[in-house]
């Protein structure tokens, strides 16, 4: 097994394949670890105390019949513990953590890894420190303090968050779980290709439609589907097909090979934050995953990420924030525009549902604004305390 601590052009992490690799486990133990051979994890107990993974892949009838799609399925990732997909990432990161005795995770988020971390700190009992940009939502900012973790607000957004996360990770030793910097963040959510071939009996979707802001959750699918191959256990892989919403685009954009104009590249302007990247982390990754499976990177509205919100609640009894919703409206997309077949299997990715701070809104104790990491390191010597 080969790779490096930094996804920016580094060789993703390899294995000696075989079908031996894909147990079909024991009764009971549908979640991530089921596929730990596949996973760059020693094979002695797992110590992440909380089972993450194993979510449902829906029929949702009443959908099928609406579209006209009687082999659609939605891989219902919202059934995860902090409610997205995020999870699975964070798992696996804190798994390594814990086996190398560290005691403080760092992460920049848009909201949901955050939250992600600050749970999963929480539970294997270490310190979460996470980067977020002062236009974060405040019930997202309330479920990380209700966590216990300490919130920083970085004032430059986003890019300027992750750059911060990763300069206090190296001069602290802290475990670094940044979308697009550690690779265990892609073989963690490569785990969702396992589980969808296994829920499909054993067989390959023909398209998946997945929300895309920083690129590794479609960057894994590829590399599990791949691995799935790899182990001779299936002869093809599913087109993915990307979905943004059309305020935020920058790779529709790239693979269009058309500049983005300021009304595409806005995160404050799209009701879906959970991916509203301007600069995604691997984003040269997707696109050269999109264009070597034949796959496609589509744009949808605001009127589209509501529509889809509402319909997966009416139609699947699923409930997903907008950017999970985001692949529904994108499949409707892809149908209108010849992109997918109704009359294929297709699978849509939900990553991610609303998620309520239970009125703690206006006691964020924890969370302060800062811009470099010298105030950063002030704050931790003389912390906030909580409320």
């Known amino acids: 097994m080969t790779g490096s601590a930094?996804?920016?052009g580094c060789e993703w992490l390899q294995y000696d394949y075989s079908p031996a690799l894909m147990s079909r486990g024991q009764p009971g133990s549908f979640t991530m670890w089921r596929y730990r051979k596949l996973l760059p994890i020693p094979d002695d107990p797992v110590r992440y105390p909380v089972p993450v993974g194993g979510t449902p892949l829906l029929p949702a009838p009443a959908l099928r019949q609406e579209l006209g799609a009687p082999q659609l399925w939605i891989k219902d990732e919202t059934r995860n513990p902090s409610a997205s997909n995020k999870d699975r990432a964070t798992a696996l990161v804190i798994e390594d953590g814990l086996r190398r005795g560290v005691d403080t995770i760092t992460t920049a988020s848009t909201g949901n890894a955050a939250v992600a971390t600050a749970y999963g700190a929480a539970a294997a009992g270490i310190r979460a420190v996470l980067f977020v940009s002062t236009d974060c939502r405040p019930d997202k900012l309330a479920l990380m303090t209700q966590a216990g973790a300490q919130v920083?607000?970085?004032r430059d957004g986003y890019a300027a968050a992750v750059e911060l996360s990763r300069a206090a990770?190296?001069?602290?030793?802290?475990?670094d779980r940044n979308t697009g910097a550690n690779p265990f963040t892609i073989e963690a959510k490569k785990t969702v290709a396992f589980e969808v071939w296994e829920q499909l009996e054993r067989r390959v979707p023909d398209v998946m439609i997945v929300p895309v802001g920083d690129g590794p959750t479609l960057v894994a699918l590829d590399k599990g589907f791949a691995e799935l191959v790899g182990?001779?256990?299936?002869?093809?892989?599913?087109r993915l097909i990307g979905v943004q919403a059309e305020r935020c685009q920058p790779l529709v954009r790239a693979w269009l090979g058309t500049p983005a104009g300021p009304a595409e590249l806005n995160p404050a302007a799209t009701i879906a934050d959970g991916i509203a990247v301007v600069r995604p982390a691997i984003g040269d990754a997707v696109l050269d995953v999109v264009?070597?499976?034949?796959?496609?990177?589509v744009?949808?509205?605001e009127d589209a990420l509501l529509n889809a919100v509402a319909t997966l609640a009416c139609r699947a009894g699923v409930g997903a924030e907008p950017a999970g919703a985001a692949a529904l409206a994108g499949l409707k997309t892809a149908f209108e525009r010849g992109?997918?077949?109704?009359l294929e299997t297709v699978v849509l990715l939900v990553t991610g549902r609303e998620v309520k701070a239970g009125g703690a809104t206006d006691r964020l104790g924890r969370v302060a604004v800062v811009e470099g990491l010298d105030e950063v390191e002030r704050a931790l010597a003389d912390p906030i305390p909580s409320s």
């Open 339 to 342: 992109l997918a077949d109704p």
């Open 291 to 297: 264009s070597r499976g034949g796959g496609e990177m």
């Open 299 to 301: 744009a949808v509205t």
């Open 169 to 175: 990770a190296r001069t602290f030793g802290w475990l």
């Open 6 to 8: 930094d996804l920016a």
């Open 152 to 154: 920083f607000q970085v």
């Open 231 to 238: 182990c001779g256990l299936a002869t093809h892989q599913p």
